[in-house]
């Protein structure tokens, strides 16, 4: 598709960015001694343009007549364009209210020019289920590209020639370098091999694993439920409190549940994963464990929060509640303290 005096802007931006890049690299590279103007920007996958009907992730510069002008995250921010007809599948009052400059959108190649660079762009023929594969795959890629990015700055190489001896291979071999470089933390000769990556050095070997281990290292999720439990029955407490053991014993090691006590009849069920799904799912099963057993004893449980994943917000709110119930306990204890003392003081006699 045509461009609006797109061909000077272009010579120009690419002198630019090459002039940019040099003097980054060059003064990178004096610090190491070596003098040599080493590339820290590169796209993201092996091939250099996307293919037609691929789905990609950009985000907008400017608003023109014929669209909206675009940038490819994961190529490096070639220049694309999502024309005025493809924005949306409704009748376009104002292209403004459907794109602003600065988001992120995720669109479908429609014509790829790569003599010229130009690559044309659909947004209205993106699905709901392309957004979100489109969406997890560049957040994968971008974690990738971190750790790229992080080993190229240290051994003052360039992002291009590192990805092609690292990366590149796995992308090839695992469908995705995120992929692999998960499971090369439990076992890296799986992975970084004279198979998988011939031409990698035991250096960059030993700088990628070292980054991998300290960027990608899963970290356990805190899942929580809020729920009531009730039994106005003879066993009372007791019912409750075996009922409660019995949705604790659905722990394991690796995901162990607790259940704490904030204000009877209100508990709050807490579990640690690695996997949020499997913490929620685990919750889910002892609530159900707890509700069958308090039902035997004609109790009730009523969940006041499903499960779900919390952050250290939640967990202070929750460490607050907890201190300000103890605190009144304390206060209620100590009244209760003193009352008896004030009548032992005043009955000695009577009791003699």
């Known amino acids: 598709m045509p461009r609006e005096n797109m061909d000077d802007d272009d010579e120009e931006g690419e002198e630019g960015d090459e002039k940019d890049q040099g003097e980054e690299g060059a003064d990178t590279g004096a610090a190491g001694g070596s003098g040599h103007a080493y590339y820290m920007s590169c796209r993201m996958y092996e091939n250099a343009f996307p293919e037609i009907d691929d789905v990609v992730m950009v985000q907008v510069t400017s608003i023109a007549e014929m669209g909206a002008y675009v940038r490819l995250l994961e190529y490096n921010n070639s220049e694309g364009m999502i024309l005025l007809s493809e924005v949306s599948r409704r009748r376009i009052r104002s292209i403004n209210k459907l794109i602003r ?4 959108e995720v669109c479908m190649v429609l014509r790829v020019d790569q003599e010229k660079g130009y690559i044309d762009l659909s947004k209205r023929r993106v699905s709901p289920e392309d957004v979100a594969k489109c969406e997890e795959r560049f957040q994968r890629s971008r974690s990738v ?6 080993v190229s700055e240290v051994t003052h190489m360039d992002m291009e020639a590192l990805y092609k001896v690292s990366a590149w291979p796995l992308y090839a071999k695992f469908g995705h370098a995120y992929t692999a ?3 090369c933390i439990s076992d890296p000769d799986s992975i970084f091999n004279a198979s998988n990556t011939p031409e990698l050095t035991d250096e960059l070997r030993g700088l990628l694993l070292e980054n991998i281990a300290k960027r990608m290292t899963p ?3 805190k899942c929580r439920a809020d729920i009531e439990v009730t039994c106005f029955n003879y066993e009372g407490i007791n019912a409750i409190k075996g009922a409660l053991m019995k949705g604790i014993s659905l722990g394991t090691d690796d995901m162990p549940l607790k259940i704490k006590l904030v204000a009877p009849p209100l508990y709050v069920m807490l579990c640690s994963a690695l996997d949020k799904n499997k913490g929620i799912e685990v919750l889910g ?3 159900d464990a707890i509700r069958e057993e308090i039902r035997k004893f004609k109790g009730e449980l009523q969940v006041k929060a499903a499960p779900r994943a919390v952050d250290e917000r939640d967990d202070k709110l929750l460490a607050n509640l ?3 119930l103890d605190a009144q306990n304390t206060e209620v204890d100590g009244d209760a303290e003193e009352g008896e003392e004030e009548e032992g003081m005043a009955g000695p006699t009577d009791l003699a």
């Open 285 to 287: 099963q002892a609530i």
């Open 181 to 183: 470089f998960c499971a």
């Open 219 to 221: 970290t356990a999720i």
């Open 101 to 104: 400059v600065g988001r992120q």
């Open 145 to 150: 590209h971190s750790i790229i990015r992080h």
């Open 322 to 324: 907890m201190s300000a």
